[in-house]
Nanobody
Framework: QVQLQESGGGSVQAGGSLRLSCVVS????????MAWFRQAPGKEREGVAA????????DYADSMVGRFTISRDTAKASMYLQMNSLKPEDTALYYC??????????????????WGQGTQVTVSS
């Protein structure tokens, strides 16, 4: 059973920054595609950024390019999301997700079988 645990959410003012972390409880972490998603109240879950296994190549949803940076530390089985210049519309519950399957649709939440509980990010104007 793979478990994911997010941390780092909080409340910030517009223009501020936050760094989210996700720890994976699996020795096979290196072989998983991993991603960050977010879900605002009343909206569908949307992809933010993904990181491919082995190579560590990254992929960002079109609307997330420029302010968000995804990274990982394989030694710590951890993934991160650095969020800068935050806006009120970034307010959402942020989830990390993982899949052991190869997928070309890395921003599609249906492609992931393992999910964390989420961490709340609130940005005030």
């Amino acid at each position: 059973q793979v478990q994911l645990q997010e941390s780092g959410g909080g409340s910030v003012q517009a223009g501020g920054s936050l760094r989210l972390s996700c720890v994976v409880s699996s020795s096979l972490y290196y072989y998983y595609s991993m991603a960050w998603f977010r879900q605002a109240p009343g909206k569908e879950r949307e992809g933010v950024a993904a990181i491919y296994p082995r190579s560590g190549a990254t992929d960002y949803a079109d609307s997330m390019v420029g302010r968000f940076t995804i990274s990982r530390d394989t030694a710590k089985a951890s993934m991160y999301l650095q969020m800068n210049s935050l806006k009120p519309e970034d307010t959402a519950l942020y989830y990390c997700a993982a899949t052991s399957r190869y997928t070309g649709r890395v921003h599609d939440p249906h492609e992931y079988e393992y999910w964390g509980q989420g961490t709340q990010v609130t940005v005030s104007s």
